[in-house]
């Protein structure tokens, strides 16, 4: 970790909360980075799993592991909300549903405490007319009937190209009608029961009102055992569906798969995506290059090319969007139980658990005209200009056409400096639309290009630093040196991350599987970013450049006190080559326009430097879709810090992590090692 891990250091006491389908190996997923970064944890094994967990304790007694070091707790779901609630457990990890993620994530908003969520999904099996029809079709029953569909990561979407739905449908039902269901231990059996009667009673749910929409449901014509033995359910296909169908929506946990069909690999990638889940998924095709095209266009934690449910520790497995964030495995899984060296624990003074966010009220703050002086004497400037809002690459007026001052040290008893927009609801909806309309084509140019940009506005602002140091030492009352050197910083901060811009794509990692597994580091997307006060230009750079560089659509709500150094960058990026839409900036009341950042469902992260209340809310919110948050919790930092102000930590929250898992086979070599 001294080596490894420099700059880090462990987060305390871990809180580890595992399901029941796959009860050990999830365990030891959770527990064994956590030991390795000098962590200790709390175990709280499944109701129906808990004897793998304590015989796992007898394990770590008998290994020598000091006592107190991995503690299991057995019991109801009412031990996970307590260790949520507990102010002594620093973070949560926990593999289940979304819905009880999501009842974690409101329940820990604002403590401080770090939480990975590893949910639930829909993952899309895509089936291409260039892919091995045989081998396609077997890969289809490990990926959606391997333990009864009880996976998170189940191939439960069948998207086959249209022009061989017909033949590969008939292989697989023909394939379905030979499976053996029975007791699980026995040698010779495909497939066994169903955890318990809610969980049979669910899947019978779905395909019954499957039915009932006009779909065709498929069940296998096996032999089932009574359900006096067991709660088994037979291999169910559903087809006639459409993107809308329940089946096809919402996660089913079990043997039941639905069919869609598609003409174009265009058609391919939008159903894939065309889901709240971003969890896993496999492309099925002998053309290589259409292969790992898909694997690059479809937004999933891993995605498997002619291949399903491939795991190693060395690779982190988590999700997109509703399935989470966080990674287990890998390099990427340990930084979850691990914190900046530099951090302090943070005490919250809020009332746990959260129950609702408390967000101020829109209260207008009219700013009405003063009467003008002389130029010398001015309580306002010599013209009378309100700076305007920069939505799409553009300087745009505010929807609600009112402003708000700006005055000297940020004190509305000294004079007036400037005037600027007072942004509302519909100016951040705007903003992030523009930004949905650049994202596609930022995250696809070259990574040099997009550092060539940081570049160029670097270079653009440091020939304007003597203007931009005299209005931050206005706004905030500070020396006009001070302000030379946070344009100073800022300017370093540029080339820093422009360095970055195409040295931190990812890496291949050493799994065992024979063949290549690579990880991606990808554009989170559109993400909010709400400023804070000190330091109002530096801050603005840190957030923004790191987001950028790496390919990310930014909104961004500049500091409340000291937006000019914000508003003053307009023409920087316009001289800069910057495509519009790619940074979207309104101004106005911070705690009032982020929380349309975090509840708009199109908004994949969230990054909140304020108040420690503003926190809670953004985090609270934000569970709405699962999007990613950063906040500070009210505790400022030092921007001009290096240690605090740039970094792997700003760098790691740009990024979405991808493990991409190709199989080779044609020609292993002897002695390959593998």
Known sequence: MDTEMKGWKPVGVVGEIVPWNFPIMLLAWKVCPALAMGNTVIVKPASYTRLSALLFAEICAEAGLPPGVVNILTGTGAIGSALCDHPHVDTIAFTGSTAIGRVLRTRVAGSGKKISLELGGKSPFVVFDSADIDSAVEGCVDAIWFNQGQVCSAGSRLLVQASIAPRFIAKLKRRMDHFRIGHPLEKDIDMGALVDKSQYDGIRGFCERAEAEGAEVYKANVEIPPTSTGWYWPPTLITNVSTTSECVR????????????????????????????????????????????????????????????LFDAAAGFGGYRESGYGRDGGREGLYEYVKPAWQTRHVSSLSFPVTAAKWPGENVTACLPSDVKSAAGSTRPFIDRTLKMYIGGKQVRPDGEYSRPVYEGGDASKPLIAEVADGNRKDVRDAVEAAHAAKTGWGARAAHNRAQICYYIAENLSARMTEFAERIARQTGRTVQSGVQEVEASINRLFHYGAYADKFGGEVQETQLYGLTCKIHEPVGVIGIACPDAFPLLAFISLIAPALVRGNCVVIIPSPKHPLSATDLYQVFDTSDLPGGVVNIVTGERDVLVRTLAEHQDVEAVWYHGTEQGSSNVEFAAAQNMKRTWVNFGVDRDWMDMEQGQGMEILLRAVEVKNVWVPMGECKPSGGGY
């Open 250 to 309: 919402d996660e089913i946990f079990g043997p039941v798969l639905s069919v869609l069909t598609f003409r174009s690999p265009e058609e391919a990638v939008a159903l894939a995506n065309n889901t709240y889940y971003g969890l896993a998924a496999s492309v099925w095709t002998e053309n290589i290059s259409l292969a790992m095209e898909m694997a690059i266009s479809i937004k999933a934690g891993t995605v498997w090319v002619n291949a399903h449910n």
